[in-house]
């Protein structure tokens, strides 16, 4: 299997149709602020068929807790996926929402209503989540985990959503700093990528021209099975990588 790499910037600056000739990948947040559906079909038409599109849940939508708010949102989320034909959904949950029973119900109850059928559900949890119950919850539920592949390992599955973060004095991402990324995806079907840096046309290049390379040499990521107890869940849910950083 030879992973199909879709790669984005942070956001759109310029034309929409500027930005599709050096990327493939755009999020779009369906909240208040979000286009007109007419022009989100206007959008869906003046790209690629390639060119993928990941639609964010709004604030209300991913506090998870019932409300009108919540309803509103969630009904924009699903129009923009539809008038998109978005291949993903992204909910970023906040610190408020935490690994105790409520949420995970709510969370439960609210993939439900997502559609799923052409669009995977990705999640982002911010907070107290760790990254191997973050990964289990993943699994259980069937929706893909969102990682910043720069500095964690990325859970196993045929779909990977990764984040690369300008943080700290993180400002780009060299060619080793992206192979390892590329080795962390490994061989799947879709790698979706996020680049939050102000240099990202030339981290996607780069990235790009790795994963060709990757494909010529049949180098794929390693899937390390954890041994012991604790380690033991982390089977099959976790694809782990080196995680020495630059």
């Known amino acids: 299997?030879?992973?199909?790499?879709?790669?984005?910037?942070?956001?759109?600056?310029?034309?929409?149709?500027?930005?599709?000739?050096?990327?493939?990948?755009?999020?779009?947040?369906?909240?208040?602020?979000?286009?007109?559906i007419p022009a989100l079909r206007r959008w869906r038409k003046s790209v690629p068929p390639h060119f993928d599109f990941s639609v964010i849940g709004g604030?209300?939508?991913?506090?998870?807790?019932?409300?009108?708010?919540?309803?509103?949102?969630l009904d924009a989320a699903v129009r923009?996926?539809?008038a998109l034909q978005a291949r993903c959904?992204?909910?970023?949950?906040?610190?408020?929402?935490?690994?105790?029973?409520?949420?995970?119900?709510?969370?439960?109850?609210?993939?439900?209503?997502?559609?799923?059928?052409?669009?995977?559900?990705?999640w982002e949890p911010r907070g107290v989540w760790e990254l191997e119950d973050a990964a289990a919850a993943a699994k259980k539920w069937g929706i893909v985990l969102g990682v910043d592949a720069a500095r964690d390992d990325v859970p196993d599955g045929p779909t990977a959503y990764a984040r690369l973060r300008s943080l700290g004095e993180t400002r780009s991402f060299g060619p080793s700093a992206l192979s390892r990324v590329v080795d962390r995806i490994g061989d799947r079907r879709d790698a979706y990528v996020v680049i939050e840096t102000s240099s990202a046309l030339a981290e996607?290049?780069?990235?790009?021209?790795?994963?060709?390379?990757?494909?010529?040499?049949?180098?794929?990521?390693?899937?390390?099975?954890?041994r012991g107890t604790k380690a033991a869940k982390l089977t099959n849910v976790l694809?782990?990588?080196?995680?020495?950083?630059?």
């Open 1 to 36: 299997m030879s992973t199909r790499f879709h790669i984005g910037a942070k956001e759109l600056k310029g034309s929409l149709t500027a930005y599709a000739k050096r990327f493939d990948l755009l999020e779009v947040r369906a909240d208040a602020k979000a286009p007109t």
């Open 80 to 82: 923009a996926i539809a």
């Open 204 to 226: 996607c290049k780069e990235l790009r021209k790795l994963a060709q390379r990757g494909k010529k040499t049949g180098r794929t990521g390693m899937v390390l099975k954890p």
């Open 59 to 73: 604030a209300h939508l991913s506090l998870l807790k019932p409300s009108e708010a919540l309803e509103a949102e």
């Open 239 to 246: 694809k782990v990588r080196d995680d020495e950083q630059e």
């Open 89 to 122: 959904f992204l909910l970023q949950t906040p610190v408020d929402v935490t690994p105790s029973a409520l949420s995970r119900d709510r969370m439960a109850r609210l993939l439900d209503r997502l559609p799923r059928d052409a669009t995977h559900v990705v």
